[in-house]
Every structure is written in C-alpha cells, then in structure tokens.
C-alpha cells in the first residue's frame, strides 16, 4: 500500500478547495498514510514547496474560501523536462500518489503524470462548472449563490428607479452561472456562449419589456461576450429605461463555501483517496446522476457538452410572457 500522499490546487482558485484538502488530508490519515501538500500548484511541484501535514492542519480549513495552500498557473508544466524535475522531486520524498483538485487544464498535466509513474486522481474544483463529465464542480453552488445575492440586490434598486441593469458575471467559455442565476432571479434577458443574443436582439427584448411597463429588468449576460457598459448605453437608448452596468467580477470566486460545495469536496476527496490507495491513477472523480464516478482523464477531456438548449427555451418562454 502507498505510505504518502501529495495534495495540490491549480488553476482558478474555487470556493471548497479547502474543503476538499482537508478531506484528502483526513481520509489518508485515517488509512495510516502520511499526507503532503503542495504549495502553489504545479509550480510548487517543481520548486519542491512540499510540506508533509498532521491533523491540526485539516481541522479549521472546511469552512474558508479560496485555498490555504495556493493555487498558481504555471504554463511550463507543459514541457515534458519541467515535470521531470517534478516527478524526481516526488520520488525523493516517496510520494507516490497525488490528489489534483482544479480544472481540465489540471487533469492534462495529471494525465502526464501519471503516464510518468506518479499516479494522480483529479478533483473538479472550479466555480464555472464546465467539467462535462461532473454535473457540478467544487465552487460551481458558492459561486451561483453570490451571483444570486448580488442580482437581488441589484434588482431591489432597480425595481425603486424603474430602470433596467446588465449583469456580467464570470464563467470563462460556460454559461451554467448566468444561466442558473438567471433561473433563480427571474433574470428577464439572458445571453450566454452556448445561447447567444445579439446586441440587437437584446435591446429589442428590454424595448418590448419597456412597452408593457415592466418596472425593472435584469440582462444577465455572460463575460467575455460583450462591452457590458456600452451595451447598457444601447439599450438605454432603444428602451428608454435608464440602464446601470455591474461587472460582478472577482466577488464570485471568493466566500465560504457553501453546504453542498462541502459535501461534493469531501465525498469526492474522500473518493480519491480511495481510488490511489486502490493503486489507481490517470482518473478523474466527477458527480454524475448523483453519484461519484472516477473516469479516465483521457475519456473525460473529450466527452461532448451536454446540450441545454431546451432549459434556455423554456426559461425566455416564460420571461417574454410577462
Ligand atoms: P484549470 O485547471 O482551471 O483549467 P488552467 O487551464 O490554467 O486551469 O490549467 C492549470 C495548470 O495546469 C496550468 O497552469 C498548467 O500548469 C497545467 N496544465 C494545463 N494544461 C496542461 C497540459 N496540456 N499539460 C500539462 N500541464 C498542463
Ligand atoms: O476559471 C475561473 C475563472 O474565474 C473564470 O470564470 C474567469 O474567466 C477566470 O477564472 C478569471 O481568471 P483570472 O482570475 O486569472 O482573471
């Protein structure tokens, strides 16, 4: 049976992270394995940031936002001589297995690892939840939550100055966060990669909205899509409501996770263990149907993205009705 085991966090940091640490770290304690972990991602690997950890390091952690032992992107992981000096640095200290909690970009240097004789398990850890083969990601339900605050907030002002506000929010290529946060605030426009309105299409929505009197509207969009100023000028001009831009910005990615970012992170990392003390490795634990799978990294990184486009439909269905 393995004797140590290494814990790392790369990429965007996500609320959870640090629940799922102190899982990795207890369930190897628990099966009389030494836990390590690694400072500042893949980065750390190489630099051998490497600290091994006891109990006390795992008991006041589940509750904290970001991750207490760093999270880097260090794209020189891609060169096969970097992750030499990686793997080198694990065998010295005889770690053999690793605990990789980020996102895809994270589970390929994994798959490399392990096909150089360290095996790695990978945990979903991100708040855009676009790991196809996990239904939700650790941060994804913390991350919704905020997103879900703020537009309330924002909606009780606009609601008092009858105007309409665009809300940019976070979620790289995924639109599950605005899509989701417009689900649970009645966003009344929403526009994401994978369901995309044009300029125009948004304006002449906010100007029928306009037409029947609504007295606030919410244009949940998602980043990386539009000027979300300018967009609020054009549709001020064709709606006639005064219209406030709000880039929500970095707020989504910090905070104490919630409930079931904890449960999903210690479950899943309680899972991992169990699949490297089992002598496994190349695999990725994600949440399908309710339970956790462990797949192969390989197989996951080309599952094709599961279609949604009814969820968008019938969502604006209701909207445009009132
Ligand atoms: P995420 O894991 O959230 O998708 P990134 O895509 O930034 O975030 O990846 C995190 C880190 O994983 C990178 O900075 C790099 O260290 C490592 N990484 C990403 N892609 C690869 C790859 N193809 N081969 C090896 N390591 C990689
Ligand atoms: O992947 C998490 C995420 O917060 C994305 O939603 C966002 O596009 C990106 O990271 C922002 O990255 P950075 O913190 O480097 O600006």
Redesign the pocket.
């Known amino acids: 049976m393995i004797k140590k085991i290494g814990v790392l966090t ?3 940091d996500a609320p959870g992270m640090n629940a799922a640490i102190a899982a990795v770290v207890k369930a190897a304690i628990s099966k009389g394995i030494e836990p390590y972990v690694v400072k500042e ?2 980065k750390g690997l190489v630099n051998k940031w490497i600290e091994k950890v006891n109990i006390n390091f795992a008991s006041d952690i589940i509750s904290r936002g970001g991750t207490v032992i760093g999270s ?4 020189e ?2 060169e096969e001589s970097v ?1 030499q000096v990686a793997v080198n640095n694990l065998k010295e200290m005889g770690i053999e297995a690793l605990v990789v909690i ?8 994994a798959e ?1 690892l392990t096909r150089m004789g360290i095996n790695c398990v990978g945990l979903p850890g ?1 708040i855009d939840n676009d790991i196809v083969s996990s239904d939700y990601t650790i941060g994804f339900d913390t991350a919704l939550n905020t997103v879900v605050r703020s537009i309330d907030q924002i909606r009780d002002t606009m609601q008092s100055h009858n105007r309409c506000a665009v809300v940019e929010i976070m979620g790289n290529g995924c639109g599950d966060l605005t899509l989701y946060g417009a689900t649970a605030t009645g966003a009344e426009v929403f526009s994401t990669h994978e369901s995309k309105l044009s300029e125009e299409e948004i304006c002449a929505k906010v100007k029928e909205l306009a037409e029947k009197n609504k007295r606030s509207v919410i244009v949940a969009v998602s980043e990386k899509m539009y000027d979300a100023h300018k967009l609020a000028e054009k549709i001020e001009k064709a709606s006639g409501y005064v219209t406030r831009a709000t880039i929500l910005g970095h707020v989504q990615r910090g905070g104490s996770p919630t409930a079931m970012d904890r449960y999903l992170a210690t479950t899943a990392g309680m899972f991992a263990v169990d699949q490297l003390v089992a002598g496994k490795g190349g695999l990725y634990v994600g949440m399908s149907d309710n339970k956790l799978v462990a797949r192969d990294i390989d197989s996951t990184l080309n599952m094709p993205k599961k279609d949604k486009s009814n969820e968008y439909n019938e969502l604006r269905k209701i909207n445009a009705a009132c």
């Open positions: 790369s990429g965007g991602g893949y880097a992107r260090f794209v992981f891609k992750r980020g996102g895809d970009g994270s589970y390929q240097g490399k991100t």
